[in-house]
């Protein structure tokens, strides 16, 4: 089955505090992604990666930077932790699109920006 | 910016009773309807995708599509507490390779 780990599971920073959060995934898939989990918004798409070296832009990417060293591993990067970054994140992994979009998702890591 | 809006936001149901969930892309280039499910604490994982008009069954579940009105729904019957779960449905199209998720539904099974 799918495997996609992440870590911490639970986090508190400080206000202006650097933050990084990690996952890995076993699937050998080339896309992976951040979201964040708010009550009331679904899954909101922060960065995603196409492959080793790669990152985009997802729909809210402010205060937030990423990095794929490698086809594994994806880090989401705050620089500089808000309480409006208090939230649950998850990281998925894709094989590629249209009707093999499917995603897997890691277990999430709450954060709580103090 | 697309969007994918579900309804209702939350439903309780009695167990053994049907749950009807709806969903709806305003993107026109949508293909493909994801529907996940997400228990508390937990992570979300795919129950069904359905890609073709129609309508497709597993087990206690049937997901509903029509690609004219973009609009898909989701079927469980004989409901039970464990089906208690944020359901999520999320459209991608043929050229993309990401997934637009709604804001979800709340279901809540009681005995």
């Known amino acids: 089955e799918a495997a996609v780990t992440q870590s911490p599971r639970n986090k508190v920073a400080v206000t202006g505090g650097k933050v990084t959060l990690s996952c890995n995934q076993t699937?050998?898939?080339?896309?992976m992604y951040w979201y964040r989990q708010d009550t009331g918004h679904g899954l909101r798409l922060i960065h995603y990666?196409?492959?080793?070296?790669?990152?985009e832009k997802g729909d809210i990417p402010d205060g937030y930077k990423a990095s794929r060293p490698s086809q594994e591993n994806f880090s989401l990067i705050l620089e500089l932790a808000t309480p409006s970054q208090t939230s649950v994140y998850f990281c998925?992994?894709?094989?590629?699109?249209?009707?093999?979009?499917?995603?897997?998702f890691g277990p999430g890591t709450r954060l709580t920006v103090l | 910016q697309q969007k994918v809006q579900q309804s209702p936001e939350s439903l309780i149901v009695p167990e053994g009773g049907m749950a009807s969930l709806n969903c709806t892309s305003s993107?026109?280039?949508?293909?493909y309807f994801w529907w996940y499910r997400q228990h508390s604490g937990k992570s979300p994982k795919m129950l069904m995708?359905?890609?073709?008009?129609g309508e497709k069954e597993e087990g206690r579940f049937t997901v509903h599509l029509n690609k004219a009105s973009l609009h898909t729904s989701l079927h469980i019957r004989d409901s039970q507490p464990s089906d208690s779960a944020l359901y999520l449905c999320?459209?991608?199209?043929?050229?993309?390779?990401?997934?637009?998720f709604g804001q979800g539904t709340i279901l809540k099974v009681y005995l």
């Open positions: 699937n050998n898939h080339n896309n």
């Open positions: 995708s359905i890609f073709s008009n």
């Open positions: 993107d026109r280039n949508v293909d």
């Open positions: 998925a992994s894709g094989d590629v699109g249209g009707a093999r979009a499917e995603q897997f």
């Open positions: 999320a459209a991608s199209s043929s050229s993309g390779q990401k997934l637009v």
């Open positions: 990666s196409y492959g080793a070296g790669s990152t």
